[in-house]
């Protein structure tokens, strides 16, 4: 029989709680947790070899319940509530989750999953939060309750005991919302403290029994962060931590703030970046190839959104993030704490219970199981799941709950092998002669082993099979085949692997494909990168915020570029200024000079284009128009309104052939853009870079034969000798791909050349 809690123990532990201080430094979300707070669910071990009435209590998809252990029987500790959980393996291998409860740790062996045996429990201070983290064999915990930092030594855990060696406090510090481990240098860190504006605090653990306060990132106050070692880049071997930080109460300051803090006693703020809808920036992690921060919002859910909602954010520079998306479950309870392992994405959101997604294509998530442990309901309420642990090496995952405890189960689905992704460098103009590098990215999970990529090409007789060259860095590239100039080469990407796993790119191949024009020549007549005066104007009717060109001084903050696009330093911005600032009242509109696109060739205006309207009211529009006749009468050539994805920030690059606009594009082409606030609110910020205007031609088609080097118009040993001699001293007629290096690829353009033979 369960046992149920009175209101009057619930209202006790309240009160506890408010007294020792977890509400002082609590901010929005620890409010609406305790209005939310039930009983909990009491009664016994229920384990997989047994049989029990919750068999068919809970909603699940693709795991596997083993085995379930509610508050009451971690007796000794005030179990009212219960909270955070972590592992640890011991040396001997043996696996453990530490359990929090609201009146300290439960310690349970768990390497016979559907036998957990509680094997020791160490008290701490009454506080609905409670977390912990293991660095070598001792388990730190904190909590908004008091006592500092809970050291416990598990060295003799195997026997069924763990040491209290110390609770610590100094330097004024006695409270902490949550601890971090950066695992791969074994640093600790607090956050959420009652001390150093509440941000992320570097303790010395040297001496792993006794802590010490060693500097920390101090600018405001953090929830959570992950700090990790990071590798490539300028920032390799540097310590970085993305912080889920600032207030509750609006955009301007909840968000993400990335940091180097190598140097704890001199951090140095790398990036700050703001999202749509922000309500309160809770806990973030990074996908498992660190390309992507996912990033958890424990109020937008019931307020500005209707659906949990995941933000995912490009964190490939640490110094340059930026937004790109959002994906959800489509329930409507709200996302909590979230873990990655070889690329599967492991979600807890409170109502809905665990939550596990594909993340081999980390910007598309796809949920492919679940486990809900908190029936009846997925409303937006602090009650349910409040943690995962999904890193043992058996597979077990452990997952805590608010009223129902401690959760034991497996993830039961065969999950692809590998996924073939897109690049930013796919070739928008190629060669008639071929050699052009083609490249497509692979990521794999551990265990899959890729037996082959290839690119089909059609070259205008259908497709073709080019088997693809790996760089062993998990790309493969090809050259790209001859083809007659003024044609479309068409192509897609295919890949197998050990299992008999057959992808294509795009996915829906060959009825859907890449392509890329083929030019013999690009005559560059306009090319802007603003770093001087080519005579654009600016005019409009803001109150702040127009167009200037300058270096970007925002950092990434509030929806502006943290960085022009090419590299070059200069761009056009409206209202370049750090901090809350944006086009305000009215538009502003930047306006081109006078552009040639007459001459021999296809004229093809480009250019690149920052344009940010998610944060707030969106509801602003982005006008990119063109004019033939200097101005005197405009075509639209580009609309960017509401919702569009485009509008989430970031650089975007844009070609339109103005042949196709213009019956005869003129001497006088002139283009230009139109940022707006027009409405109460909002936020709008854009960027333009990188103008230019190419003649694509086919004019100056020399060789319709570039493998016949001797010139004597037939393709023998003479050529391959004359072309191993070239390349041999590097000269520029063995460069191929025209990369301006000798490598293997230049070999594979020569070898397809000289396959195709002479027209």
Not at 240 to 255: D, K, N, P, R, V
Not at 483 to 509: E, H, M, W
Not at 690 to 697: H, R, T
Request: hydrophobic share 35%; aromatic share 10%.
């Amino acid at each position: 029989m369960r046992h149920l809690p009175s209101r009057r123990s619930l209202s006790t532990a309240l009160l506890l709680s408010l007294a020792c201080g977890s509400v002082a430094n609590a901010h929005d979300d620890d409010y609406r947790k305790l209005l939310d707070l039930q009983p909990p669910v009491f009664g016994p071990i229920w384990t997989a070899d047994g049989e029990s009435q919750e068999r068919g209590l809970f909603d699940f998809q693709n795991m596997t319940l083993l085995a379930n252990i509610p508050l009451n029987n971690f007796t000794g500790l005030n179990t009212t509530s219960g909270n955070d959980c972590w592992g640890y393996v011991a040396p001997s291998g043996r696996e453990y989750v530490i359990m929090g409860v609201e009146g300290g740790y439960g310690f349970v062996e768990i390497t016979d999953p559907v036998n957990p045996v509680i094997v020791d429990k160490i008290t701490g201070p009454v506080s609905l939060w409670h977390d912990v983290k293991v660095v070598g064999q001792y388990a730190y915990g904190v909590s908004e309750g008091g006592s500092g930092i809970q050291v416990m030594d598990l060295s003799n855990i195997d026997s069924g005991s763990v040491t209290l060696v110390r609770n610590w406090t100094g330097g004024g510090y006695s409270t902490s919302h949550n601890i971090v481990t950066n695992e791969e240098t074994g640093s600790l860190w607090v956050v959420g403290t009652n001390i150093g504006n509440g941000g992320l605090i570097h303790i010395d653990i040297s001496n792993p029994e006794l802590p010490s306060i060693d500097g920390g990132w101090t600018e405001m106050y953090v929830h959570d962060a992950q700090v990790v070692t990071w590798q490539g880049g300028s920032l390799d071997g540097r310590e970085i931590a993305f912080l889920s930080s600032g207030f509750s109460g609006g955009f301007s300051e909840t968000g993400l703030r990335i940091a180097d803090v190598t140097d704890p006693n001199n951090p140095v703020t790398l990036a700050t970046l703001f999202y749509p809808n922000a309500g309160y920036s809770h806990q973030c992690w990074l996908s498992t190839d660190r390309t992507i921060l996912y990033l958890n919002d424990e109020l937008d859910e019931g307020s500005s959104v209707a659906v949990t909602t995941t933000r995912v954010i490009n964190v490939e520079d640490p110094a340059n993030p930026y937004f790109v998306g959002t994906f959800t479950t489509g329930k409507a309870a709200i996302d909590h704490n979230l873990y990655t392992r070889d690329h599967v994405i492991y979600q807890s959101n409170y109502r809905s219970g665990l939550r596990v997604f594909d993340g081999l294509d980390p910007i598309n998530p796809v949920e492919v199981a679940y486990f809900d442990t908190y029936p009846g309901s997925d409303s937006a309420n602090f009650n349910g799941t409040w943690s995962n642990y999904p890193f043992f090496p058996s597979g077990t995952i452990a997952v805590s709950d608010i009223e129902r405890g401690l959760f034991l189960m497996t993830l039961d689905v065969q999950l692809d092998g590998f996924a073939l992704q897109e690049r930013d460098d796919q070739p928008s103009f190629v060669s008639p002669a071929g050699g052009d590098l083609v490249s497509v990215n692979t990521v794999t999970r551990q265990g899959a082993v890729l037996t082959g990529v290839s690119m089909f090409a059609d070259t205008g007789s259908g497709f073709t099979e080019i088997p693809m060259n790996d760089n062993g860095d998990g790309s493969f590239s090809a050259a790209s085949p001859q083809i007659d100039c003024g044609q479309t080469l068409s192509y897609y990407f295919r890949g197998t692997d050990n299992a008999g796993l057959v992808k294509t790119l795009p996915a829906g191949a060959p009825g859907s494909v890449f392509s890329a024009d083929v030019v013999s020549s690009i005559d560059a007549v306009f090319a802007d990168n603003f770093e001087t005066n080519s005579g654009w104007s600016v005019s409009g009717s803001v109150s702040d915020g127009a167009w200037e060109r300058a270096v970007p001084a925002g950092g990434g903050g509030r929806g502006d570029p943290a960085n022009d696009y090419d590299g070059s330093g200069r761009c056009y911005l409206t209202d370049n200024v750090a901090g809350n600032s944006d086009v305000d009242g009215g538009t502003t509109t930047l306006t081109s000079p006078a552009m040639d696109a007459t001459g021999v060739g296809i004229p093809t205006l480009s250019y690149a284009l920052w344009y940010s309207n998610n944060i707030g009211e969106i509801d602003d529009t982005m006008f990119v128009d063109v004019s033939n006749n200097n101005g005197g009468s405009w075509s639209s050539l580009d609309t960017i309104g509401p919702g569009d994805p485009a509008a989430g920030g970031g650089w975007n690059t844009y070609s339109f052939d103005l042949s196709q606009i213009f019956a005869s594009p003129s001497s006088q082409v002139r283009i230009r853009f139109r940022a707006g606030d027009t409405g109460v609110g909002s936020v709008v910020e854009a960027g333009v870079d990188a103008v230019s205007i190419n003649l694509l031609s086919c004019e100056d088609i020399v060789n319709n034969c570039p493998a016949d080097l001797s010139g004597d118009g037939v393709l023998d040993f003479f050529d391959i000798a004359a072309f191993l001699s070239a390349f041999g001293s590097q000269e520029p007629v063995a460069d191929f791909t025209g990369d301006g290096s000798f490598d293997f690829f230049d070999i594979a353009a020569f070898l397809t050349a000289f396959g195709a033979g002479c027209p």
